[in-house]
């Protein structure tokens, strides 16, 4: 499997995606990326209610960013 194909295999709908994520989610059919976002949002985790308040989201989600930047 060349390199953009496995790339291309694994992106996935990211609310903090890396130059490289975008670059691969443009490269995907219209058609491809509604069927990602189907498959995420049909994932049990998606219906889960949490008590995270959104700057709980949104600190943990940039804590997420900052580890992958130093990983």
Not at 6 to 12: G, H, P, Y
Not at 26 to 50: G, H, I, M, W
Not at 54 to 59: F, S, Y
Request: glycine content about 2%; overall charge negative.
């Amino acid at each position: 499997m060349s390199r953009t194909t496995d790339e291309l295999a694994k992106v996935t709908p990211s609310a903090t995606p890396s130059e490289a994520e975008l670059e691969a989610w443009a490269k995907l059919s219209r058609d491809e990326q509604v069927r990602r976002y189907q498959a995420l949002f049909a994932r049990p985790d998606c219906n889960e209610f949490t008590s995270d308040s959104p700057d709980d989201i949104l600190a943990a989600a940039r804590l997420r960013v900052a580890q992958r930047r130093h990983g």
